[in-house]
């Protein structure tokens, strides 16, 4: 399958220090890949970096076959964009916005406008300044205005902020919709990790400028473990049964108090058999397959299914 973006080694450093240190992203066309990682992990330096806002310190960025240069003008052309959050003049109207971005870009198809806004839901408001948009509002815009030129490659930053929840199944449904039906690359960062596990084919955890893991999320779904997750105000007392009684160790006490048991190796009504007669208060007994958020912390903690 063909590379959209590869990176070689790819570093950047601010006075010394290393924010981004020899990162290798291989993202395939036609995927949607997910950045992660908390605050400060070097996610929008990268996505800057390849749009060549930011100049690398060392390494190299290859886009669509070519290696990313000063001059490299008809690729950025291909590109679509939002990195942090979007800037528009704001006593333009929408529309406005969007004519300005097609001219500077030499876009001339005025039709792919009115798509634009039907797509992200601004249809019948084009004419109203941005002045009063909402955040959530702008954030559309700033998609609308990304997808208006029909780019192969799609970079978005954090593109869900500001939306309500109906908002942000809008715009997953839209991702998922242009990945498939328009083949666009789509490489987007974002904290909400539920919705990364729901749309992303590969994601990347980063962490202190690293890359700590590219990996399918197939393979995610694959190492996730299932367990018996029980409910009860008495979780040490729980523990302390489950492993004199059972002699079950490979239990975890969430920071809610819920204790998690993988590859349990007894029935799960003879364990709450067990608790019951030793006196445990039981109040829920739920059997689940382990998160995106899950296997992010567990590398994060330095890898391995957190147990």
């Known amino acids: 399958m ?4 590869r990176t070689k080694q790819l570093t950047r450093a601010y006075r010394g220090k290393e924010v981004v240190s020899n990162v290798n992203l291989n993202i395939k066309q036609g995927e949607i890949y997910g950045m992660l990682g908390p605050n400060g992990a070097g996610k929008t330096t990268v996505m800057k970096m390849i749009t060549n806002l930011v100049k690398p310190t060392a390494g190299e960025i290859e886009i669509f076959g070519e290696r990313l240069t000063d001059t490299s003008f008809q690729l950025l052309a291909r590109m679509g964009t939002i990195i942090e959050r979007p800037i528009f003049y704001e006593k333009l109207t929408a529309r406005e916005n969007l004519e300005l971005h097609c001219e500077y870009m030499g876009y001339h198809n005025k039709k792919s406008i009115d798509e634009a806004f039907e797509l992200v839901n601004l249809k019948g408001i084009e004419k109203k300044a941005v002045k009063e948009f909402s955040l959530g509002m702008k954030q559309r815009l700033g998609i609308a205005r990304a997808i208006t030129t029909k780019p192969e ?29 328009y083949g666009i690359t789509i490489l987007i960062s974002s904290h909400i990790l539920g919705e990364v596990e729901l749309i992303a084919d590969t994601i990347a955890v980063m962490n202190d400028g690293k890359l700590l893991q590219e990996v399918s999320m197939d393979h995610v779904a694959k190492q996730t473990a299932e367990y018996i997750e029980i409910t009860t105000n008495e979780s040490s007392k729980a523990a302390f049964v489950l ?5 079950i160790s490979n239990v975890r006490i969430t920071d809610e108090g819920q204790i998690r048991i993988y590859d349990c190796p007894i029935p799960q009504s003879e364990l709450m058999k067990v608790l019951v007669l030793q006196d445990v208060a039981i109040e829920a007994v739920h059997k689940k397959k382990g998160s995106l958020e899950d296997y992010f912390l567990s590398i994060l903690n330095g890898g391995g299914i957190v147990a």
């Open 243 to 247: 492993e004199k009684h059972l002699h």
């Open 2 to 5: 063909t590379h959209i973006v």
């Open 153 to 181: 490659l799609l970079i978005l930053d954090e593109p869900i902020n500001g939306l309500d929840p109906i908002g942000i199944k809008e715009l997953r449904d839209l991702f998922k919709m242009l990945c498939k039906h």
